[in-house]
């Protein structure tokens, strides 16, 4: 079945430094792929998207490019915030409805 | 920008109570979901739902659970008899179509503490 790998946080950098959290995925078919973000106390928003091969989805700065060569999905920013800590959910979705992996803590430090 | 809305923020129930929890999916989405978060660990999807059935489930959406839209704007999922094991975020989403094209979007979740 469908399935994310994330990797596991939490990650903790400072402010203006670069930011990866690695995401990897096993899917029949061609799904698309997300980043959700979720903000201490509150829901899931959307962060951007990517439907196919070498689509790259960009939102507030973040980037993610589908790679279909490595089944991977991971999520960048050039220069974070405090504001930016947050729980990370990778996700896709193919046939089936959304699977989460199981979301990367990022913690910024002033 | 429109959103997805849920009631309440946090529910407080004893063991083998039923609970129902609302939403208010976007009004001109179609399809609607609701997943669960146990804390610290994954959101699990349980069910989604169009015209009016059921269209997938999981493992987790046992007897236990039941969705339905009772009029034209409120989508629901109760839980008959609960356990303390549902204790978690449940999160209600909807969508304009089923495919992955189609992102979900989340409403802010209600916590159900079950004691």
């Known amino acids: 079945g469908d399935s994310v790998t994330q990797m596991e946080g939490p990650v903790t950098l400072s402010e203006e430094a670069f930011l990866t959290i690695n995401c990897t995925y096993t899917?029949?078919?061609?799904?698309?792929l997300f980043w959700y973000v979720q903000y201490p106390g509150e829901g899931l928003q959307l962060l951007l998207k990517a439907t196919k091969a070498d689509d790259k989805g960009s939102n507030k700065g973040f980037e993610a490019t589908y790679r279909k060569e490595t089944t991977s999905f991971h999520l960048e920013k050039g220069s974070v915030q405090v504001s930016d800590s947050a729980v990370y959910f990778c996700a896709l979705r193919g046939r089936r409805a959304l699977t989460f992996g199981s979301g990367t803590r990022l913690q910024v430090q002033p | 920008e429109p959103e997805v809305t849920q009631t309440p923020s946090h529910q407080v129930t004893q063991m083998g109570q039923e609970v129902i929890l609302r939403c208010v999916p976007i009004?001109?989405?179609?399809?609607f979901y609701w997943y669960r978060q146990i804390l610290g660990q994954k959101v699990e999807f349980l069910v989604s739902?169009?015209?009016?059935?059921?269209?997938?489930k999981s493992e987790i959406f046992d007897d236990q659970f039941s969705v339905e839209r009772p009029d034209g704007s409120n989508f629901t999922l109760k839980i008959r008899s609960t356990k303390l094991e549902d204790s978690a975020m449940y999160f209600c989403?909807?969508?304009?179509?089923?495919?992955?094209?189609?992102?979900?979007?989340f409403g802010n979740g209600t916590r159900l503490t079950v004691t």
């Open positions: 739902f169009y015209n009016n059935e059921i269209s997938e």
């Open positions: 009004s001109n989405h179609l399809y």
């Open positions: 989403a909807s969508s304009e179509a089923p495919s992955g094209n189609s992102p979900l979007h």
């Open positions: 899917a029949t078919g061609y799904p698309s």
